[in-house]
């Protein structure tokens, strides 16, 4: 009796066998297919090849634990767990048929994975995993990104990287889904960031890119981690960051920066110097003018020290309050700047009854009263925000292009960057723009209504020039740090905005001159009719 069920015992396993083999056949033949449709890129929909793909593998028949499914752009893989399931570690590294030195990538499963599908289901649950080494299939969406800035973005590797469990749609866990991407060259030139494939995000294709429930880490710098906290496809967005600087340049900017913020340092000290000697002659004018040579000698010396102590040996306490001080002392130079215009305004606007009540002291609480208490404020929610700042330098060898970066103590949060410096900037710019072409039109009809307007041209010029100086317009070369202005801006910035004290000192000077000049024509006046008497 026993010798009969042999015979149909091997018959059930080679049934068994045969339908494994046509079953991950079929699966193979679905791979194939879909490479054939990206290839010639056919009005398929490629949502309806991805589901019938993971459908395939769903419900697949295979032997052992595992089944490994691959063609030239598409490697499945599925894996038999139950509900003792304690986690899972897959690389490129193991899976793929040729062996690697490094892996390309990586996913790590946390044993919660199962839970939610045990607690309704008890038995087998089945995990699919599918790589995409091409775009082609998520290509359409790549330029629907909200958050995305450069439409040169692309994935990194062009990997995208898959999985699904059965029985649910797994979401919301508390271990993240960890998945590594590596890349044969430094990403520190480029603005990484994790998303995953979201379905019906858009209108006009079957899905966008999102970074909702993932977070970006960079473990080393040719390492990307992200830890997502649900199972779909996964890709890393990565994009040049905006407009690196030529590493070619990075000496004679740090030389020009050098030599124009000593001279502005040395002309600031003088230019105070002698205000205190003559301090009693000095007017509320003076004062104001004063308190700005102040805030821009700070500025200068903070931004010297910023590069020094930004480096490894020096403790981060130091990086961080250095950073504070800078990113004070350029606020309270801006902050200067708009009460220059303010001060020229009320000059210009309200010749007669303008005094106000300890008007420097109370200008003096909002110039540097204002920014110390933005700072002080940023330093109490997060000090954080404040550090080692990396600036991204190109460096162009042969026909390739690598990266690298220098430090300085510096504001890092991107959100503190824009509206703290570039939108109080900004602001401030603006402002002083609109007074001086106000100022301007208001020295233009005074001058029409002398007798002799032509004799004081060049004393004009001067007086627009001292003006320009005085409120800082040339600050506003900041905004112009893209396309073919980078460089040009990058130079004319650095030369004009590092010897911007040097520039007040003279501009110092020629007022100080020039009422030198009339008090001893108002002399000789005087004396001249003592004379005549």
Excluded at 233 to 247: D, N, R
Excluded at 282 to 306: E, G, K, P, W, Y
Excluded at 515 to 531: C, L, N
Aim: aromatic share 12%; charged share 10%.
């Amino acid at each position: 009796m026993d010798c009969c069920w042999a015979p149909f015992l091997y018959l059930c396993l080679l049934a068994s066998q045969s339908r494994t083999a046509e079953a991950s056949q079929e699966t193979l033949d679905w791979m194939k297919r879909m490479e054939a449709a990206a290839k010639r890129r056919s009005n398929t929909s490629f949502a309806e090849l991805i589901h019938g793909l993971e459908l395939r593998l769903l419900n697949a028949s295979f032997g052992g634990y595992n089944l490994t499914l691959q063609t030239h752009i598409i490697q499945a893989l599925a894996f038999k767990l139950n509900c003792n399931f304690t986690g899972l570690s897959l690389s490129s590294a193991t899976v793929e048929k040729v062996p690697q030195a490094q892996p390309q990538h990586a996913m790590q499963f946390p044993a919660e994975l199962t839970q939610n599908a045990c607690r309704t289901r008890s038995g087998d649950l089945r995990l699919i995993c599918i790589y995409f080494s091409s775009t082609r299939f998520f290509q359409s969406a790549l330029l629907l990104l909200p958050f995305q800035k450069d439409i040169n973005s692309s994935l990194l590797s062009n990997y995208v990287l898959g999985a699904q469990l059965s029985h649910g749609y797994v979401s919301n866990l508390s271990e993240p889904v960890n998945i590594s991407f590596w890349h044969n060259q430094s990403l520190e030139g480029y603005t990484v960031t994790c998303v995953f494939w979201k379905e019906r995000a858009s209108k006009h294709h079957w899905g966008a890119w999102s970074p909702e429930g993932c977070r970006t880490e960079r473990p080393t710098p040719s390492q990307v981690l992200c830890r997502c906290n649900h199972l779909t496809y996964f890709a890393v967005l990565m994009q040049i960051s905006q407009a690196p600087i030529p590493a070619e340049l990075l000496a004679p900017l740090t030389y020009i920066s050098l030599v124009g913020c000593s001279i502005s340092i040395v002309a600031s000290l003088l230019t105070v110097l002698l205000h205190v000697q003559a301090r009693k002659q000095s007017d509320s004018v003076t004062r104001i003018h004063m308190n700005l040579h102040a805030s821009v000698l700070l500025l200068n010396i903070a931004f010297l020290l910023s590069p020094v102590l930004a480096t490894p040996p020096v403790p981060g306490a130091a990086c961080v309050a250095l950073a504070a001080t800078l990113h004070y002392a350029l606020l309270s130079c801006l902050t200067w700047m708009a009460i220059e215009g303010f001060n020229l305004y009320l000059l210009l606007g309200r010749v007669y009854n303008i005094y106000i009540r300890r008007y420097v002291l109370k200008l003096c609480a909002v110039g540097w009263g204002v920014p110390a208490f933005l700072v002080l404020l940023l330093l109490a929610v997060k000090s954080s925000v404040y550090g080692p700042c990396r600036i991204q330098l190109s460096d162009s060898q042969g026909n390739s292009t690598g990266f690298k970066t220098m430090s300085i103590c510096w504001v890092q949060s991107p959100w503190v960057h824009g509206v703290l410096v570039m939108g109080y900037g900004g602001l401030t710019s603006l402002f002083n723009l609109v007074v001086l072409a106000w100022a301007l039109r208001v020295l233009n009809k005074l001058r029409a209504q002398e007798k002799a307007p032509g004799t004081r041209a060049c004393r004009d010029a001067v007086t627009v020039l001292g003006l320009t100086v005085l409120l800082g317009t040339t600050w506003a070369l900041a905004f112009f740090s893209f396309s073919v202005f980078l460089l040009p801006q990058l130079f004319l910035f650095t030369i004009f905005n590092s010897l911007y004290g040097f520039f007040l000192f003279l501009w110092f000077c020629s007022q100080r001159c020039r009422s030198e000049a009339e008090a001893e024509a108002e002399m000789e006046v005087f004396t001249s009719s003592q004379m005549v008497q």
